[in-house]
């Protein structure tokens, strides 16, 4: 049963221009949400994160936004760089998980010079 | 502050051998995990340690995967016998009690053949 669901396994988008990361999770008590990005042989690195109190967050060129209702949560990076291109994790957490995070399967953004 | 520490960085190995992980999380981090991730997929959560105390080990395949962490510190994975479903990137990751972000290692990168 996946929990946390990206959709997407890929995205190429042009140097400049808005990359829009999607992810859809199930499971209500998810109190947090966090994005990792992933470059080739190296281990995720935290991004950016949201609490299920905030509908968004922003830090430089991204912002995450939180639907609750629709349990859906976006990604987004304006504007986009060559250097953006890795995989992006979604992932989620509550405190009655001990705190574990739940990844997604990553999208991997293409940022075309 | 210095990153998580994991060897080896790549490792080969044919069916039921064994082999071993080791992880050395940042200083004063008292909780450590060790994700699985196969290729294309996300990282999905072996075991968690508070201290040296397991705080969930459900998702471990107890019969040919062993971990333990010593001391509080450093942390050691086995598996034995493997088998070729095991090649994955095991990658360690700690967390500084109050946060909910992860730091992950580089991973090892396993592949049995």
């Known amino acids: 049963d996946q929990q946390v669901k990206q959709n997407s396994p890929s995205l190429s988008v042009q140097e400049g221009r808005i990359s829009i990361l999607n992810c859809d999770y199930t499971?209500?008590?998810?109190?947090?949400f966090l994005w990792y990005k992933k470059y080739p042989a190296e281990g995720p690195t935290f991004l950016i994160s949201?609490?299920?109190?905030?509908d968004k967050n922003e830090d430089g060129r991204f912002t995450v936004f939180l639907n609750k209702s629709a349990k859906h949560l976006s990604l987004h990076i304006v504007p986009s760089q060559p250097g953006d291109s890795a995989v992006y994790f979604c992932?989620?957490?509550?405190?009655?998980?001990?705190?574990?995070?739940?990844f997604g399967s990553g999208t991997q953004l293409t940022v075309l010079p | 502050e210095a990153g998580v520490a994991q060897s080896p960085r790549y490792k080969i190995i044919e069916k039921r051998q064994s082999v071993a992980f080791w992880c050395n999380p940042i200083?004063?981090?008292?909780?450590l995990y060790w994700y699985q991730q196969i290729l294309g997929q996300g990282p999905k959560l072996l075991i968690q340690f508070q201290n040296n105390g397991v705080v969930d080990d459900s998702q471990l395949p107890k019969d040919r995967f062993s971990a333990e962490r010593l001391k509080g510190v450093d942390s050691t994975l086995k598996i034995q016998p493997a088998k070729l479903e095991d090649s994955a990137v095991y990658l360690c990751a700690s967390r500084r009690e109050g946060l909910i972000g992860y730091t992950f290692g580089s991973g090892t990168r396993l592949t049995v053949v």
């Open positions: 992932a989620a957490s509550f405190s009655g998980s001990a705190r574990q995070l739940t």
């Open positions: 949201i609490s299920s109190i905030k």
């Open positions: 499971n209500s008590m998810f109190d947090y």
């Open positions: 200083s004063g981090h008292a909780t």
